[in-house]
């Protein structure tokens, strides 16, 4: 492979490196739409050990101002619930039947602007 070449892969990769982090970084910012995403910074107490939502439950969006989470184990749904009202996101869950939805607040004009001040900070 020439240097030309491998300086063309490198760069590639290493861009598709910046855009996931980008992808990641801008799928937390709670937006009106639902989005698994929303929760991948959520952190829960489980067995002693502080553990990412993602690792001990799914996260789907069945409707657009949805989020509902499966816990692998559902006699972890209140510690789950728990995490994700004392997160940063503002958002209330509520559990029914060991599954946990999550609505997405109606976005104001204020949060708007919240939006747009933390997404230039990302950027």
Same mark, same amino acid.
């Given at each position: 492979?020439?240097?030309?070449q491998?300086?063309?892969?490198?760069?590639r990769?290493?861009?598709?490196?910046?855009?996931?982090?980008?992808?990641?970084?801008?799928?937390?910012?709670? &937006?009106g739409? #639902?989005?698994?995403?929303m929760l991948?910074t !959520?952190?829960?107490?489980?067995? %002693? =050990?502080?553990?990412?939502?993602?690792q001990v439950? &799914?996260?789907? #969006?069945p409707?657009?101002r949805t989020?509902? !989470?499966?816990?692998?184990?559902? %006699? =972890?749904?209140?510690a789950?619930?728990?995490?994700?009202?004392?997160?940063?996101?503002?958002?209330?869950?509520?559990s029914?039947?060991?599954?946990?939805r999550?609505?997405?607040?109606?976005?104001?004009?204020?949060?708007?602007?919240?939006?747009?001040?933390?997404i230039?900070?990302?950027?």
């Amino acid at each position: 492979m020439s240097t030309i070449q491998q300086i063309v892969k490198d760069s590639r990769a290493s861009m598709d490196k910046g855009l996931d982090a980008a992808r990641r970084e801008f799928g937390s910012v709670r &937006s009106g739409k #639902a989005s698994p995403n929303m929760l991948d910074t !959520v952190r829960v107490e489980m067995y %002693g =050990q502080q553990m990412m939502l993602n690792q001990v439950a &799914s996260i789907a #969006a069945p409707e657009p101002r949805t989020l509902l !989470v499966t816990p692998f184990d559902k %006699g =972890q749904a209140k510690a789950i619930e728990k995490a994700i009202r004392d997160s940063d996101l503002g958002l209330e869950p509520s559990s029914q039947g060991g599954v946990i939805r999550v609505p997405l607040p109606q976005m104001n004009e204020q949060r708007r602007k919240e939006l747009v001040k933390i997404i230039h900070g990302l950027a």
